[in-house]
């Protein structure tokens, strides 16, 4: 029977045994079925062969199955009559018996790839002939494109503010923008050490064999393990090759969460300045009356408010009139000559000054604080009052009430005993001097980085808009279902029909591997336009700080492109059960490795291609029109930020997949040249990012470790498949529940010591005697010039109490003074900053000032 397997196998049912011998030869395997056989690379239960061959297959009057010569043929009549029925989404050629099965989507694939060539064409010629054009807005394009240099990494630290050294700079151990980019460079060295050791205990698995044969092996080597013991030499390599991943993978957590902890500890940040107010009323406009507040109850004067504007509606109002803000200091600095900016008649100022301030409070407002100590201090005060607040309030009060209803709303908190509406007796409650207004109770929290801060995003009814991310999520992992069910699991169907044939024709073998390449092709690109559109989600979703926006996109589109990669080999295996037959190993890692280095492939390109088309459209766009403005012109020529959360995207997807190659099969050549691409990938990737960040994106400040977290956590996937390679060799057949147990205990236990690992390098931060003032001048941002409502309104309503200051801007630092202007130009910069500044609103009693108005 052995050998007739190898033929293609044979069955026979013992009940048809007499039956059929008077037609048919004797079948030599009656009565010896006793394990599966192999039909070709399809693994199959030969128990009722006779009555039912597999699809792709048919039988003979001898009751034996054979491969169809058709690839991807579903029903078969026989090598004389051809095809009946091809696969789902494939069509026959012809209608003659030779006829083969083609992939209707490659058709679809043909013309998308054939439209995407003559429109990148054309677009190419367009760029030619328009560079062959004169310029008609030289000037512009010459200040736009010094902007676009300025908005890349400086380092100003040094003098003249020059470009990092791309060979000097250690971006693995200096904090250039952050601690962010430190840990991703961090994240890109582990993988290049994993995967160099992973390679070679992959290949170790090959030589372990011809350890066994001695001279009698392809590669002539000593007979180190004898042939019996080969089973248990297998093991240990499979457990070795966890074992060595799981130590390496743990060390490299261990490794990030100290150096968060080293930079918390060690450098400095405006967040231990700064808390976070939230319980305000919409009307609560003016900083001064907030800093009042504060300070009475403090009893010490505090640094500055920034308050928390709901600006949604007003967004492109209030980013066009810091972009002509920042375009009128520029003229008068001198950056560029006023003939070439957009300047218009500010007839507009009054009207401008009353929408401003129109535009309600959020409920949240940012206070600093000029010493640590005094942060320290509002947090145990404030944390004293809303312990009495909980235990006195007896009434609710509406902290988005209109001005006009408020005082309706007093009295409804407890002042004393027996006092109040709903009076309790021996109830204590609040004083009313340490309520905003005498009734609303305010909080205080950590406030983030204020570089992190994304300030469009605040509402004063912030909707359940993470539902969009939801919503998108779950439509991207319906649309990968579904596609992967209709036009790729076929495919994979179509490559066992492949593989079962001995000797394919050349046409056989260019349609089966077109066949896959256009899967494989589909599916990278189809993993960028998940990645886009969940990119998308996430920034609609209003997420108030960059880094937790980051984190979600990270989870959603690393699940959605790692169930896009292997779904189709799932739902082939899925359909394939049904008939008793099953995706071999080696189909399955000869898959994935397609799959890998299109990505791989594809993700490169787009790196490339998307960016590079952004660029020369707006700068051929600025170079031929004539009136366009410097200020239009650097918004459209002005890079694009470093994108950290995509790229651990692309990484973790890649990882992902090489171990779901180690768990199919560890001894198989494409996982051994899977895991040396990743090696060499990942060495690509780290030093092409490095240029990326200091020389190509513009300055990314990224202060927190967040992404790195969660980073942390998913690494429970490919953890988890590597886990599967020992546990196939360990696995318990006769209590298949226990083999179950172990792998959701290896789950766990990643997820635990992911924790473990943070918790025990929790920062113990002593307070600094550094003022804030000091550690505010080492970094261009902080808490008022990131908020544009909060810069518009000191330019329009200026006050001692609230100055007028310039916004931060990437490319315009210089605006900041100190360290990150060129030279030392303060005086100009304070008389340009004075210009700016606009007159109290018209129709208001002469002093009155907008910001002292309650």
């Not at 128990?47 to 297959?57: F, K, L, N, R, S």
């Not at 240099?149 to 100003?156: C, G």
């Not at 980019?181 to 205990?201: D, E, G, N, Q, W």
Request: proline letters at 5%; hydrophobic letters at 45%; aromatic letters at 10%.
């Amino acid at each position: 029977c052995a050998s007739l397997s190898a033929q293609r196998g044979c069955a026979h049912d013992e009940a048809m045994g007499e039956a059929t011998e008077g037609w048919a030869t004797h079948n030599p395997c009656d009565h010896e079925i006793t394990t599966p056989y192999f039909i070709g690379k399809l693994a199959m239960a030969a128990a009722d062969c006779a009555a039912h061959c597999p699809m792709t297959t048919y039988q003979d009057n001898a009751q034996i199955c054979h491969s169809c010569p058709i690839v991807g043929c579903e029903t078969c009549a026989g090598a004389d009559r051809g095809c009946e029925a091809c696969l789902i989404f494939h069509i026959r050629s012809s209608s003659e018996a030779d006829a083969q099965c083609l992939f209707l989507y490659g058709a679809l694939f043909a013309a998308g790839a054939l439209f995407s060539m003559c429109f990148v064409m054309l677009g190419l010629l367009r760029f030619c002939c328009l560079g062959l054009s004169s310029a008609r807005s030289p000037g512009v394009l010459r200040e736009s494109l010094a902007h676009r240099r300025r908005a890349k990494v400086h380092d100003y630290s040094l003098p003249g503010n020059p470009f990092y050294s791309y060979d000097d700079t250690n971006v693995r151990r200096s904090s250039i923008s952050g601690v962010g980019p430190m840990l991703y460079f961090r994240f890109i060295a582990f993988l290049v050490m994993l995967c160099f050791f992973i390679s070679l205990l992959l290949l170790i698995g090959l030589v372990l064999p011809e350890l066994s044969k001695g001279d009698d092996g392809v590669i002539p080597l000593p007979r180190a393990i004898p042939k019996k013991d080969m089973g248990i030499a297998f093991k240990v390599h499979a457990v070795a090759i966890y074992i060595v991943s799981f130590i390496i993978a743990v060390n490299w957590m261990a490794q990030q969460d100290r150096a968060v902890k080293t930079d918390v500890e060690e450098e400095p940040h405006l967040r231990n300045y700064a808390l976070v107010a939230e319980g305000f009323p919409k009307s609560a406009r003016s900083p001064h009356e907030v800093k009042a507040f504060f300070e009475s109850i403090l009893g010490f004067e505090v640094e500055g408010i920034s308050i928390a504007y709901d600006h949604a509606e007003e967004r492109t109002f209030v980013h066009d009139r810091l972009g002509r803000a920042i375009e009128k200091a520029d003229t008068h600095l001198g950056v560029y000559p006023s003939e070439l900016s957009g300047l218009e008649s500010q007839l507009g100022d009054s009207q401008d000054g009353y929408v401003l301030d129109c535009l309600m409070c959020s409920g949240f407002a940012f206070v600093v604080f000029s010493r640590e100590e005094d942060r320290e201090f509002c947090m145990r005060r404030f944390a004293e009052i809303d312990r009495q607040v909980r235990q006195g309030l007896v009434g609710s009060t509406n902290a988005a009430s209109d001005d006009e209803n408020e005082e309706t709303h007093s009295l409804l908190l407890k002042t004393g005993p027996g006092k109040g509406r709903t009076s309790r007796p021996n109830a204590g409650g609040p004083s009313r001097a340490v309520l905003f207004r005498g009734k609303f109770p305010v909080r205080v929290g950590h406030a983030p980085e204020p570089c992190g801060i994304q300030w469009e995003n605040f509402a004063v009814q912030r909707g359940m808009k993470i539902i969009r991310v939801i919503v998108t999520l779950l439509g991207a992992m319906l649309l990968v279902l579904v596609v992967g069910a209709v036009m790729f699991a076929p495919a994979v169907l179509y490559e066992m029909s492949y593989g079962d044939i001995g000797k394919p024709t050349i046409e056989q073998f260019w349609v089966a591997n077109i066949e896959r390449g256009v899967v494989a092709a589909s599916t990278a690109v189809g993993n960028r336009l998940l990645i886009a559109a969940l990119k998308k989600a996430s920034a609609v979703s209003g997420f108030l700080q960059r880094v937790n926006e980051d984190a979600v996109f990270f989870i959603c589109a690393y699940s959605t492109c790692v169930v896009n990669s292997v779904i189709p080999l799932v739902i082939a295996d899925v359909v394939a059960m049904t008939d008793r037959v099953t995706v071999s190993g080696t189909l399955s890692v000869s898959w994935l490795f397609q799959v890998l280095w299109m990505c791989m492939v594809v993700t490169e390109l787009s790196g490339y291609f998307v960016p590079g088309w952004r660029y020369w459209s707006a700068y051929f766009w600025v170079r031929q029109s004539r009136f366009v403005s410097v200020r239009e012109a650097e918004l459209a020529l002005t890079s694009p930020e470093f994108p950290m959360a995509t790229r651990y995207v692309d990484l973790m997807h890649c990882w992902t997949l090489v171990c779901a190659m180690v768990a199919v099969d560890a001894t198989s050549v494409y996982t051994v040249c899977a895991q040396v691409l990743m090696l060499f990938y990942s060495v690509y990737v780290y030093f092409f990012d490095k240029y990326a960040l200091l020389r190509i994106n513009r300055q990314t400040y990224y202060t927190s470790p967040k992404l790195n977290s969660a980073v942390h956590y998913m690494c429970v996937v490919p953890l988890s498949f590597l886990f599967v390679c020992p546990l196939q060799h360990l696995r318990v057949e006769t209590i298949p529940v226990a083999n179950i147990a172990a792998f959701l205990g290896n789950t766990a236990l990643v997820l635990i010591i992911a924790r473990l690992c943070q918790k025990c390098n929790e920062p113990r931060r002593e307070l600094s005697d550094i003022p804030y003032v000091e550690v505010a001048s080492l970094m261009p941002y902080n808490y008022f010039n990131t908020n544009p409502v909060h810069v518009l309104r000191t330019l329009h309503f200026p006050s001692i109490v609230v100055p007028p200051l310039y916004p931060l801007v990437p490319g315009k630092e210089y605006l900041q003074g100190g360290q990150f202007a060129d030279y030392d130009d303060s005086v100009r910069l304070r008389e340009t900053l004075m210009l700016l500044a606009k007159t109290p609103l018209k129709g208001i009693d002469m002093g009155a000032n907008p910001q002292d108005l309650s």
